[in-house]
C-alpha cells in the first residue's frame, strides 16, 4: 500500500482518504462475528492503514455473500439479497440501472458498516456478457469514517470484486 501526495492509500481498487483522528478514542466494528470467531487469536492492527484494509477486506468478503443471495433464501431475512435480473423483456440500460439501485438499496440495509452508497455503472469494452460497478460508499471506522471505492463485476450471475 503506497501513500501518494493527497493524503490517498491505494490498494487496488481500494482509494481511501483517512479521517481518522489518533487523539480520539474509537470502538472499531472492524471483522464480522463470524470472522472473528474463526480468527479468535488475531493480532490487534495499531497501524490506522492497516485497520482500514482490514475493515475495507472484509467489507469486500461481506459484498460479495450479500450480492449473491436471493430473497427467500434465508429464513431470518427473506428480503435479503438481490432478485434475479435475467428478464429479457427491458433494455440493456434499464437493467443497468435497474442493477445500480439495487446494489445500492442491499448495500445499504445490509452492511452497517457503510453508509452514503453511490454504485455507477463502468463500461466494460471486453467481454459484453460482464457488467462493471464501482461502489463509492463512507466506511464507518469506529468513530471515524473514510471513504473507499470498490469496484464490482457481475460475470455469469456472480458478483465479485476487483482488486
Do not use: W
Amino acid at each position: 500500500m503506497a501513500a501518494d501526495s493527497g493524503g490517498l492509500l491505494r490498494s487496488g481498487s481500494l482509494r481511501s482518504k483517512s479521517l481518522i483522528n489518533e487523539s480520539q478514542g474509537r470502538e472499531s466494528l472492524g471483522s464480522r462475528l463470524f470472522e472473528r470467531l474463526a480468527a479468535p487469536h488475531q493480532p490487534v492492527l495499531r497501524d490506522e492503514g492497516d485497520e482500514l484494509m482490514a475493515v475495507v477486506a472484509s467489507v469486500k468478503r461481506h459484498l460479495v455473500d450479500l450480492l449473491n443471495s436471493h430473497p427467500g433464501n434465508s429464513a431470518c431475512a427473506p428480503e435479503l439479497g438481490l432478485l434475479d435480473f435475467n428478464d429479457a423483456t427491458i433494455g440493456v440500460l434499464d437493467l443497468e440501472l435497474n442493477i445500480q439501485q439495487a446494489i445500492r438499496q442491499c448495500i445499504e440495509r445490509f452492511e452497517p458498516r457503510v453508509k452514503r452508497v453511490d454504485v455507477e455503472s463502468l463500461p466494460n469494452h471486453g467481454d459484453p456478457l460482464q457488467l462493471r460497478f464501482q461502489v463509492h460508499a463512507t466506511v464507518a471506522l469506529g468513530r471515524d469514517n473514510t471513504h473507499a471505492t470498490i469496484d464490482l463485476l457481475l460475470n455469469n450471475k456472480r458478483y465479485q470484486c476487483l482488486n
